[in-house]
């Protein structure tokens, strides 16, 4: 790096800080291939950080402390329980490249209106395939190129910073580009039918009305536009997608599953067979409650409690090889034990904490909303799914995450013509 002059380095730093954000929020992301690629891309953002953070003498933690901590608490819990019970080696691997990143990172100071350039650029991909995938091909469970729970979940994200993003420009064309992207960015989640993205929409759109109750936004002509636009939204993704009928299903699937005298047929259902997967890992958590099963044994439980009667055959004939409880809360108590669930619950509540602290002060106020929204987001997401044991999710969530902290050391004022 002595090769390099302070003022290079510190260039190089900031250039491949946003191509790591601009590789995430990018839909080649979720390529077949996309994702193999993001180790690489921050291990180059990982040479020019540190090496910029070497020729400055810089080593402190920054303004990203209250995300990397929880993040290292987290990676140094999940690293302690594969070495004892086994694991995700994929899920270890993201955390540790991803806390690394947001260290090395914090030095570099972004700017809205590049991370507008990058959103507005994603959101104009989204509405290529939404176009594609919805004109030429069948709709049904949109999903762009992978899983859609977790394309779901990264559109979500993706409106979210996009809607936040944009209180960053006062009238001008990027503020209403950033609306619009994440108009398309929530049609996308719901194009998924993903009903945990579903479940996730609503205290974040609860945020965003306490948002416009205190800034005093409301006004006839903006709840009028707002109705129009979640009519024909809503009504254009419920009915081109099917969502409505999932939603519809819910009680449907819910009810048997919940009743008495359940039977294993009640949990062949979708909803069912998550109930049934709470049960048992409660059960797995009352065998482990300090340490945790482990993954090995979370699945070995799993036939030997069949064979036993203890719980229906549903729990190993649908999706047999599943090793995760489809709640990320419960996860962590029968794998990981209380010691697993604390630093989850640490992970989620310390960051918050801090982005709470944020909106207090009308200078980092929106990008407070950004973090403080991915939080609850991914909080509320975590009911129904594992959130964060896929890199997919993790990269998003971190990534957002630093966004937020990092504009929200120094939130510039409003640009534009008026405030």
């Not at 250039?15 to 390529?31: E, K, R, T, W």
């Not at 049904?140 to 979940?153: A, D, E, H, L």
């Not at 106020?365 to 799914?385: D, H, K, N, R």
Request: proline share 4%; glycine share 8%; hydrophobic share 50%.
């Amino acid at each position: 790096m002595s090769i390099f002059s302070k003022q290079r380095l510190e260039q190089l730093a900031t250039l491949s800080v946003y191509l790591v954000l601009g590789y995430v929020v990018n839909l080649m992301f979720f390529l077949p291939i996309g994702d193999q690629y993001l180790k690489p891309v921050i291990a180059l953002a990982l040479l020019f950080c540190l090496g910029h953070r070497s020729a400055i003498s810089s080593w402190g933690v920054g303004p990203v402390k209250s995300l990397l901590l929880p993040m290292s608490l987290y990676s140094a819990v999940l690293v302690t329980s594969y070495l004892v019970g086994d694991g995700y080696m994929s899920t270890i691997r993201m955390f540790i490249y991803c806390s690394l990143f947001i260290y090395a990172a914090s030095v570099v100071r972004l700017q809205p209106q590049y991370l507008a350039v990058l959103c507005i650029l994603a959101a104009v991909e989204m509405l290529m395939l939404i176009g594609y995938r919805c004109g030429w091909e069948e709709c049904s469970r949109f999903g762009g190129f992978t899983n859609p729970i977790f394309f779901g979940m990264y559109a979500l994200s993706m409106s979210v910073l996009c809607t936040y993003l944009a209180c960053a420009f006062a009238n001008g064309w990027r503020r209403w580009l950033l609306y619009v992207s994440a108009v398309v960015f929530l049609a996308a989640a719901g194009l998924t039918q993903t009903r945990g993205v579903m479940l996730a929409m609503v205290p974040l759109l609860l945020i965003f009305a306490f948002y416009l109750y205190k800034h005093k936004a409301f006004s006839a002509r903006r709840v009028v536009f707002t109705l129009v636009a979640a009519t024909c939204l809503t009504g254009f993704v419920g009915f081109e997608s099917g969502a409505y009928k999932r939603i519809s299903k819910v009680e449907e699937e819910l009810v048997p599953a919940l009743s008495e005298g359940a039977s294993g047929s009640a949990y062949d259902s979708s909803i069912g067979f998550r109930i049934l997967m709470w049960k048992y890992a409660l059960s797995v958590t009352m065998e482990h409650p300090v340490f945790g099963a482990g993954k090995e044994r979370f699945q070995q439980y799993k036939e030997e409690w069949v064979e036993q009667g203890r719980f229906p055959d549903e729990l190993i004939e649908y999706l047999p090889t599943s090793a995760h409880a489809h709640n990320q809360f419960f996860q962590e108590l029968a794998m990981r034990g209380l010691i697993g669930f604390a630093a989850l619950l640490a992970l989620l509540a310390v960051p918050a904490r801090k982005f709470v602290s944020m909106i207090r002060s009308r200078e980092t106020e929106w990008p407070g909303y950004i973090g403080l929204s991915l939080v609850v987001a991914y909080a509320t997401f975590s009911l129904t799914e594992v959130a964060l044991k896929h890199p997919e999710k993790i990269a998003v969530f971190t990534v957002i995450g630093f966004i937020a902290l990092s504009l929200g050391r120094s939130a510039p004022r409003p640009m534009g013509t008026a405030a």
